[in-house]
Protein backbone atom coordinates (compact mmCIF):
# COMPACT_ATOMS: atom_id res chain seq x y z
CA UNK A 1 0.00 0.00 0.00
CA UNK A 2 1.70 3.41 -0.80
CA UNK A 3 1.78 6.26 1.32
CA UNK A 4 -0.64 8.06 -0.03
CA UNK A 5 -3.47 6.47 -1.92
CA UNK A 6 -3.82 8.34 -5.22
CA UNK A 7 -7.73 8.08 -6.72
CA UNK A 8 -8.71 10.26 -9.79
CA UNK A 9 -5.72 12.91 -9.17
CA UNK A 10 -7.11 12.96 -5.50
CA UNK A 11 -4.92 12.08 -2.74
CA UNK A 12 -6.31 11.28 0.85
CA UNK A 13 -4.38 11.52 4.00
CA UNK A 14 -5.22 9.34 6.75
CA UNK A 15 -5.17 11.23 10.19
CA UNK A 16 -6.21 9.25 13.81
CA UNK A 17 -6.57 12.06 16.52
CA UNK A 18 -6.75 10.59 19.99
CA UNK A 19 -8.23 13.95 22.08
CA UNK A 20 -9.25 15.28 25.27
CA UNK A 21 -13.09 14.20 26.23
CA UNK A 22 -13.84 17.54 27.34
CA UNK A 23 -15.01 21.09 25.73
CA UNK A 24 -11.21 21.80 24.62
CA UNK A 25 -10.17 18.22 23.44
CA UNK A 26 -13.45 18.16 21.19
CA UNK A 27 -13.06 21.22 19.56
CA UNK A 28 -9.70 20.05 18.78
CA UNK A 29 -10.99 17.34 16.45
CA UNK A 30 -13.50 20.34 15.49
CA UNK A 31 -11.00 22.50 14.03
CA UNK A 32 -9.55 19.33 11.81
CA UNK A 33 -13.18 18.36 10.50
CA UNK A 34 -14.27 22.55 10.02
CA UNK A 35 -10.69 23.29 7.91
CA UNK A 36 -10.57 20.52 5.92
CA UNK A 37 -11.97 18.97 2.74
CA UNK A 38 -12.86 15.47 3.58
CA UNK A 39 -12.33 14.81 -0.21
CA UNK A 40 -8.65 15.05 0.89
CA UNK A 41 -8.34 14.16 4.56
CA UNK A 42 -10.16 11.23 6.73
CA UNK A 43 -10.56 12.02 10.20
CA UNK A 44 -10.87 9.35 12.99
CA UNK A 45 -11.61 10.87 16.11
CA UNK A 46 -11.59 8.93 19.65
CA UNK A 47 -12.29 11.21 22.51
CA UNK A 48 -10.67 9.32 25.84
CA UNK A 49 -10.04 10.68 29.28
CA UNK A 50 -6.60 10.87 31.24
CA UNK A 51 -7.59 7.04 32.56
CA UNK A 52 -7.50 6.23 28.77
CA UNK A 53 -4.07 5.91 27.41
CA UNK A 54 -3.68 2.08 26.93
CA UNK A 55 -6.09 3.06 23.74
CA UNK A 56 -3.15 4.66 22.50
CA UNK A 57 -0.75 2.26 23.95
CA UNK A 58 -2.97 -0.32 21.78
CA UNK A 59 -3.33 1.89 18.54
CA UNK A 60 0.72 1.40 18.36
CA UNK A 61 0.50 -2.50 18.58
CA UNK A 62 1.49 -3.57 15.28
CA UNK A 63 -0.95 -6.93 15.37
CA UNK A 64 -3.53 -4.01 15.69
CA UNK A 65 -5.25 -4.21 12.00
CA UNK A 66 -7.37 -1.19 13.12
CA UNK A 67 -4.11 0.48 14.57
CA UNK A 68 -1.21 2.88 13.84
CA UNK A 69 -0.27 0.83 10.01
CA UNK A 70 -3.48 2.07 8.85
CA UNK A 71 -2.86 5.85 9.57
CA UNK A 72 -0.47 8.78 7.75
CA UNK A 73 -0.71 10.74 11.23
CA UNK A 74 -1.65 10.68 14.37
CA UNK A 75 -2.77 13.70 16.40
CA UNK A 76 -2.29 13.57 19.88
CA UNK A 77 -4.11 17.04 21.50
CA UNK A 78 -5.16 18.16 25.46
CA UNK A 79 -3.87 14.53 27.32
CA UNK A 80 -1.41 15.62 30.16
CA UNK A 81 1.11 13.24 30.12
CA UNK A 82 3.75 12.34 32.90
CA UNK A 83 6.63 10.88 32.53
CA UNK A 84 4.98 7.39 33.08
CA UNK A 85 2.20 8.09 31.27
CA UNK A 86 4.52 8.59 28.41
CA UNK A 87 7.11 6.00 28.47
CA UNK A 88 4.18 3.24 29.12
CA UNK A 89 2.12 4.52 26.56
CA UNK A 90 3.50 6.03 23.72
CA UNK A 91 7.39 5.28 24.11
CA UNK A 92 8.07 1.59 24.50
CA UNK A 93 4.89 0.69 22.08
CA UNK A 94 6.28 2.87 19.40
CA UNK A 95 9.74 1.60 19.67
CA UNK A 96 8.52 -1.77 19.62
CA UNK A 97 6.33 -0.94 16.68
CA UNK A 98 9.34 0.07 14.41
CA UNK A 99 11.29 -3.54 15.84
CA UNK A 100 8.67 -5.26 14.46
CA UNK A 101 8.29 -3.40 11.29
CA UNK A 102 12.01 -3.13 10.46
CA UNK A 103 12.11 -6.87 11.83
CA UNK A 104 13.21 -8.64 8.04
CA UNK A 105 11.13 -11.80 9.23
CA UNK A 106 8.13 -10.07 8.89
CA UNK A 107 5.79 -8.81 6.44
CA UNK A 108 4.17 -5.62 7.92
CA UNK A 109 3.81 -2.44 6.40
CA UNK A 110 2.61 1.08 7.25
CA UNK A 111 1.70 4.61 6.87
CA UNK A 112 2.52 5.78 9.57
CA UNK A 113 4.93 8.59 9.50
CA UNK A 114 4.73 10.97 12.64
CA UNK A 115 2.88 12.33 15.68
CA UNK A 116 1.74 15.90 16.20
CA UNK A 117 1.63 16.48 20.22
CA UNK A 118 -0.16 19.52 21.25
CA UNK A 119 -1.09 20.33 24.76
CA UNK A 120 -0.49 23.32 27.52
CA UNK A 121 -0.23 21.22 30.22
CA UNK A 122 2.66 21.81 32.99
CA UNK A 123 3.48 17.78 33.47
CA UNK A 124 3.91 17.34 29.22
CA UNK A 125 5.98 20.52 29.27
CA UNK A 126 8.22 19.39 32.03
CA UNK A 127 8.96 16.18 30.57
CA UNK A 128 9.08 16.62 27.05
CA UNK A 129 10.36 20.05 26.69
CA UNK A 130 14.46 19.37 25.28
CA UNK A 131 14.29 15.56 25.69
CA UNK A 132 15.89 13.92 23.34
CA UNK A 133 14.68 10.37 22.26
CA UNK A 134 16.04 7.27 19.94
CA UNK A 135 12.21 7.81 18.27
CA UNK A 136 11.72 11.41 18.77
CA UNK A 137 12.27 12.35 15.27
CA UNK A 138 8.46 10.69 14.83
CA UNK A 139 7.15 13.41 17.47
CA UNK A 140 6.78 17.15 16.65
CA UNK A 141 5.70 18.40 19.89
CA UNK A 142 3.89 22.01 20.60
CA UNK A 143 3.24 23.56 24.17
CA UNK A 144 2.12 27.08 25.20
CA UNK A 145 0.47 26.91 28.28
CA UNK A 146 -0.86 30.55 27.68
CA UNK A 147 -3.36 28.41 24.99
CA UNK A 148 -6.06 26.18 25.48
CA UNK A 149 -5.12 22.97 23.30
CA UNK A 150 -7.72 23.56 20.51
CA UNK A 151 -6.51 27.15 19.53
CA UNK A 152 -3.27 26.11 19.69
CA UNK A 153 -4.05 23.23 16.78
CA UNK A 154 -5.77 25.94 15.23
CA UNK A 155 -2.77 28.05 15.30
CA UNK A 156 -0.24 25.25 14.64
CA UNK A 157 -2.50 25.11 11.40
CA UNK A 158 -2.53 28.40 10.51
CA UNK A 159 0.68 29.56 10.90
CA UNK A 160 2.39 26.82 9.06
CA UNK A 161 4.29 25.78 12.54
CA UNK A 162 5.13 22.31 10.67
CA UNK A 163 6.64 22.02 8.02
CA UNK A 164 5.87 18.68 6.89
CA UNK A 165 1.90 19.23 8.00
CA UNK A 166 1.75 22.44 5.85
CA UNK A 167 3.58 20.67 2.76
CA UNK A 168 1.23 17.67 2.67
CA UNK A 169 -2.26 19.54 3.46
CA UNK A 170 -1.33 22.10 0.93
CA UNK A 171 -4.42 22.31 -1.25
CA UNK A 172 -6.78 19.97 1.12
CA UNK A 173 -8.45 23.03 2.53
CA UNK A 174 -12.33 23.45 2.37
CA UNK A 175 -14.05 25.85 0.15
CA UNK A 176 -14.27 29.64 1.56
CA UNK A 177 -11.57 28.83 3.75
CA UNK A 178 -11.11 31.87 5.12
CA UNK A 179 -14.69 32.24 6.38
CA UNK A 180 -14.10 28.87 8.31
CA UNK A 181 -11.01 30.65 10.01
CA UNK A 182 -13.08 33.86 10.99
CA UNK A 183 -16.13 31.22 12.44
CA UNK A 184 -13.09 28.78 14.03
CA UNK A 185 -11.39 32.04 15.76
CA UNK A 186 -14.38 33.55 17.52
CA UNK A 187 -15.60 30.15 18.55
CA UNK A 188 -11.99 29.34 19.71
CA UNK A 189 -12.05 32.64 21.78
CA UNK A 190 -15.02 31.11 23.96
CA UNK A 191 -13.45 27.56 24.22
CA UNK A 192 -10.40 29.34 25.57
CA UNK A 193 -11.52 31.45 27.69
CA UNK A 194 -13.80 28.58 29.40
CA UNK A 195 -10.70 26.38 29.52
CA UNK A 196 -8.09 28.70 30.86
CA UNK A 197 -10.93 29.89 33.32
CA UNK A 198 -10.24 33.38 32.08
CA UNK A 199 -14.25 33.72 31.30
CA UNK A 200 -14.54 35.27 34.29
CA UNK A 201 -12.16 38.16 34.07
CA UNK A 202 -13.28 38.92 30.73
CA UNK A 203 -17.25 38.23 31.75
CA UNK A 204 -17.53 35.80 28.91
CA UNK A 205 -21.23 34.73 29.39
CA UNK A 206 -21.31 32.99 25.76
CA UNK A 207 -18.25 30.71 27.03
CA UNK A 208 -19.88 30.04 30.33
CA UNK A 209 -22.53 28.63 27.62
CA UNK A 210 -20.91 26.86 25.48
CA UNK A 211 -19.63 24.53 28.11
CA UNK A 212 -23.31 24.59 29.67
CA UNK A 213 -24.49 23.32 26.68
CA UNK A 214 -21.83 20.82 25.78
CA UNK A 215 -22.08 19.49 28.92
CA UNK A 216 -25.87 18.74 28.36
CA UNK A 217 -26.46 17.00 24.70
CA UNK A 218 -24.57 14.21 23.74
CA UNK A 219 -20.92 14.70 22.70
CA UNK A 220 -21.73 13.87 18.61
CA UNK A 221 -24.85 16.07 18.64
CA UNK A 222 -22.52 19.16 19.80
CA UNK A 223 -20.60 18.13 17.38
CA UNK A 224 -22.63 18.41 14.54
CA UNK A 225 -24.22 21.15 15.89
CA UNK A 226 -20.96 23.42 15.61
CA UNK A 227 -20.06 21.78 12.47
CA UNK A 228 -22.82 22.45 10.55
CA UNK A 229 -22.55 26.35 11.85
CA UNK A 230 -22.18 28.98 9.14
CA UNK A 231 -20.48 32.27 9.06
CA UNK A 232 -17.90 35.02 10.27
CA UNK A 233 -18.88 34.57 13.77
CA UNK A 234 -20.04 31.90 16.17
CA UNK A 235 -23.58 32.21 17.31
CA UNK A 236 -26.22 29.86 19.32
CA UNK A 237 -29.20 28.93 17.84
CA UNK A 238 -32.67 28.86 18.82
CA UNK A 239 -32.53 25.11 19.74
CA UNK A 240 -28.85 25.95 21.72
CA UNK A 241 -30.37 28.58 23.61
CA UNK A 242 -33.49 26.33 25.06
CA UNK A 243 -31.36 23.89 26.14
CA UNK A 244 -29.10 26.58 27.80
CA UNK A 245 -31.99 28.06 29.56
CA UNK A 246 -33.51 24.15 30.76
CA UNK A 247 -29.91 23.23 31.78
CA UNK A 248 -29.65 26.23 34.07
CA UNK A 249 -32.67 25.16 35.53
CA UNK A 250 -31.14 22.23 36.35
CA UNK A 251 -28.24 23.74 37.59
CA UNK A 252 -29.81 25.40 40.57
CA UNK A 253 -31.50 22.28 41.85
CA UNK A 254 -28.00 20.61 41.87
CA UNK A 255 -26.21 23.60 43.20
CA UNK A 256 -28.78 22.99 46.73
CA UNK A 257 -28.01 19.62 46.57
CA UNK A 258 -24.52 19.85 46.98
CA UNK A 259 -24.50 22.32 49.16
CA UNK A 260 -26.47 20.07 51.91
CA UNK A 261 -23.88 17.69 51.55
CA UNK A 262 -20.67 19.43 51.54
CA UNK A 263 -17.88 18.82 54.33
CA UNK A 264 -15.05 21.61 55.04
CA UNK A 265 -11.78 19.95 56.40
CA UNK A 266 -8.48 21.50 57.49
CA UNK A 267 -5.35 21.44 54.45
CA UNK A 268 -3.25 18.78 54.78
CA UNK A 269 0.74 19.57 52.45
CA UNK A 270 2.79 16.87 50.85
CA UNK A 271 4.84 17.04 54.20
CA UNK A 272 1.45 15.76 56.18
CA UNK A 273 1.06 18.91 58.00
CA UNK A 274 -1.95 20.17 58.93
CA UNK A 275 -3.01 23.82 58.38
CA UNK A 276 -5.75 24.46 60.85
CA UNK A 277 -6.01 28.44 59.30
CA UNK A 278 -6.46 26.91 55.59
CA UNK A 279 -9.41 24.34 54.82
CA UNK A 280 -10.62 23.11 51.64
CA UNK A 281 -14.42 21.62 50.49
CA UNK A 282 -15.20 18.63 49.80
CA UNK A 283 -18.38 17.95 47.58
CA UNK A 284 -20.18 15.04 45.43
CA UNK A 285 -21.61 15.64 41.80
CA UNK A 286 -21.12 13.79 38.56
CA UNK A 287 -22.08 16.78 36.38
CA UNK A 288 -21.20 20.52 35.41
CA UNK A 289 -18.36 20.17 38.16
CA UNK A 290 -16.71 23.74 36.94
CA UNK A 291 -19.75 25.69 36.53
CA UNK A 292 -21.12 24.33 40.28
CA UNK A 293 -17.54 25.34 41.45
CA UNK A 294 -17.87 28.96 39.93
CA UNK A 295 -20.62 29.19 41.64
CA UNK A 296 -19.11 27.64 45.32
CA UNK A 297 -16.33 30.05 44.39
CA UNK A 298 -18.58 33.04 44.07
CA UNK A 299 -20.54 32.66 47.14
CA UNK A 300 -17.77 31.85 49.34
CA UNK A 301 -15.61 34.58 48.03
CA UNK A 302 -18.79 36.99 49.00
CA UNK A 303 -19.18 35.26 52.09
CA UNK A 304 -22.36 34.44 51.50
CA UNK A 305 -22.02 31.10 53.50
CA UNK A 306 -19.26 29.59 55.30
CA UNK A 307 -18.06 33.10 56.96
CA UNK A 308 -16.15 31.03 59.57
CA UNK A 309 -13.78 29.46 57.53
CA UNK A 310 -10.80 30.28 55.28
CA UNK A 311 -11.92 27.51 52.49
CA UNK A 312 -9.01 27.96 49.29
CA UNK A 313 -9.91 25.45 47.44
CA UNK A 314 -12.74 22.10 46.40
CA UNK A 315 -12.43 18.99 45.87
CA UNK A 316 -15.46 16.99 43.95
CA UNK A 317 -15.74 13.23 44.56
CA UNK A 318 -17.15 11.72 41.45
CA UNK A 319 -18.00 7.94 41.92
CA UNK A 320 -19.65 7.78 38.45
CA UNK A 321 -16.56 9.00 36.83
CA UNK A 322 -14.41 7.23 39.00
CA UNK A 323 -11.86 11.16 39.72
CA UNK A 324 -11.18 13.49 42.32
CA UNK A 325 -11.73 16.72 40.78
CA UNK A 326 -9.56 19.97 41.96
CA UNK A 327 -10.43 23.61 42.00
CA UNK A 328 -9.41 26.85 43.35
CA UNK A 329 -10.95 29.43 44.55
CA UNK A 330 -7.63 31.91 45.58
CA UNK A 331 -4.37 32.28 43.13
CA UNK A 332 -2.27 31.74 46.56
CA UNK A 333 -3.23 27.97 45.73
CA UNK A 334 -1.29 25.79 43.34
CA UNK A 335 -3.72 22.41 42.69
CA UNK A 336 -1.06 20.70 40.67
CA UNK A 337 1.00 20.26 43.61
CA UNK A 338 -1.89 19.07 45.93
CA UNK A 339 -3.34 16.57 43.19
CA UNK A 340 0.27 15.19 42.83
CA UNK A 341 -0.13 14.59 46.27
CA UNK A 342 -3.46 11.79 45.68
CA UNK A 343 -1.38 10.30 42.17
CA UNK A 344 -2.82 13.26 40.10
CA UNK A 345 -1.94 16.60 38.23
CA UNK A 346 -3.42 19.02 35.69
CA UNK A 347 -2.67 23.07 36.49
CA UNK A 348 -2.36 25.36 39.06
CA UNK A 349 -5.87 26.51 39.06
CA UNK A 350 -7.51 23.32 38.41
CA UNK A 351 -6.62 19.38 38.66
CA UNK A 352 -7.57 16.29 39.12
CA UNK A 353 -6.92 12.29 39.95
CA UNK A 354 -8.08 8.95 39.68
CA UNK A 355 -10.62 7.84 42.27
CA UNK A 356 -8.38 4.89 43.82
CA UNK A 357 -10.41 3.26 47.10
CA UNK A 358 -7.31 1.84 48.17
CA UNK A 359 -5.34 4.88 48.29
CA UNK A 360 -5.30 6.17 52.05
CA UNK A 361 -4.96 9.41 51.69
CA UNK A 362 -7.83 9.26 49.71
CA UNK A 363 -9.74 7.58 52.01
CA UNK A 364 -9.17 9.73 55.39
CA UNK A 365 -9.22 12.80 53.31
CA UNK A 366 -12.02 12.51 50.68
CA UNK A 367 -13.96 9.76 50.18
CA UNK A 368 -14.90 8.57 53.95
CA UNK A 369 -15.93 12.26 55.05
CA UNK A 370 -18.25 12.54 52.18
CA UNK A 371 -19.53 8.94 52.20
CA UNK A 372 -20.20 9.84 55.96
CA UNK A 373 -21.88 12.61 55.42
CA UNK A 374 -24.18 10.97 53.06
CA UNK A 375 -24.78 8.46 55.22
CA UNK A 376 -23.55 5.56 53.28
CA UNK A 377 -21.67 2.19 53.48
CA UNK A 378 -18.75 2.64 52.51
CA UNK A 379 -19.02 -0.72 50.22
CA UNK A 380 -21.71 0.75 48.43
Known amino acids: MKDIEVISNIKTIRVKMFTHNDLDGVSCALVLKKLYDQKFITFNFEFISYNDYDKIKNFFDIHNENGAKLYDYVFITDLNFKSNDYMENIFYPLKEYFMELNNPSNTYSSL ?45 IINNQSSEWSNITNGCQRKLFEDKVLWMKSYLTNVHDWDTFNWKNNNNLVAK ?21 EGLSF ?33 IDEENFIHPD ?66 GGGHEFAAGCALDGKNQLQLSRFILPTVEKYGENLNS
Not at 128 to 150: G, H, L, P, Q, V
Not at 326 to 334: A, E, G, P, S, V
Open 112 to 156: FKKIFFIDHHKDSENFFRDKEFDIFERIEYFNDMTYCASLQLFNF
Open 209 to 229: DLNILFTHITRGKFFIMQEQK
Open 235 to 267: YFNKTEKTIINEAYKKLDQEYKKMLNTSVVLDH
Open 278 to 343: IQYIVVRTDENISLLSDMLRDDILNKHIYKMFNIKYMVNVSFKYGTLNFRRFYDDINLAKIANIYG
